[in-house]
């Protein structure tokens, strides 16, 4: 399978734990996104990475969130201290810098905070 | 005001119909734009992508874009119930990889 990764696919949490989600993009993507998306609306943009530098992070991105990605390759999104509003779909997505093309999605981690 | 706004829908139509999915946005400053189909509880899948104003054929899908009216079209011929998902549209400006997404429109093609 070369296409984008998410694990675990499913995550139940209690409120205030940590948790952690793993992203593998398509080999060879150097941008890496990450959005949110909520029952019956469209995804939210969060933040992205071009390599393993972040350009851009959303406001939505409070100081509990922190995303990584380094060396390149993989990225991790972790949110610190859960609260109820934190559930949602986290999507992963992927593309080409220098391609005149457009990202390519994970099918998403669950969160549901209890 | 969302700067992409989509009728969330439902849409029923049935098979065999002719669907037109629209977004309309504010920015004048996109000029990528995309469609997605997501079925339930899985990530969005592209269908379609634009650059700039016109249209764009592949098989039973054609994107139109008018970027003077700032409105965005996906058209679906003989729709089949496999078509049955909700539609995302995106865009996007040139000096970002950021994509605004619509809200997202449900369809339902029955048999």
């Known amino acids: 399978d070369t296409g984008v990764s998410q694990n675990p696919r499913h995550k139940i949490t209690k409120r205030g734990q940590n948790v952690t989600f793993r992203c593998d993009p398509i080999?060879?993507?150097?941008?890496l996104y990450w959005y949110r998306q909520t029952l019956g609306q469209g995804p939210e943009f969060l933040t992205y990475?071009?390599?393993?530098?972040?350009?851009?992070k959303s406001r939505l991105l409070s100081d509990r969130f922190s995303a990584e990605r380094p060396k390149g390759s993989f990225s991790t999104l972790e949110i610190q201290r859960t609260e109820q509003g934190d559930s949602a779909m986290y999507l992963c997505?992927?593309?080409?810098?220098?391609?005149?093309?457009?990202?390519?999605f994970g099918q998403g981690t669950r969160l549901t905070v209890v | 005001q969302k700067e992409v706004e989509q009728d969330p829908g439902p849409l029923s139509v049935p098979e065999g119909a002719i669907v037109s999915l629209n977004c309309t946005y504010s920015n004048s400053a996109f000029q990528y734009f995309m469609w997605y189909r997501q079925y339930s509880r899985k990530g969005p899948e592209l269908l379609m992508y634009t650059y700039s104003s016109g249209n764009k054929e592949d098989g039973r899908f054609t994107a139109q874009v008018d970027k003077s009216s700032k409105y965005i079209s996906l058209f679906i011929r003989d729709s089949q119930p496999s078509d049955s998902a909700t539609y995302l549209c995106a865009m996007r400006s040139s000096n970002t990889g950021k994509l605004i997404f619509g809200q997202g429109t449900t369809l339902q093609v029955k048999p």
């Open positions: 997505a992927s593309s080409f810098l220098d391609r005149n093309t457009e990202a390519f």
């Open positions: 990475f071009q390599n393993e530098a972040q350009l851009e």
């Open positions: 080999s060879e993507h150097n941008r």
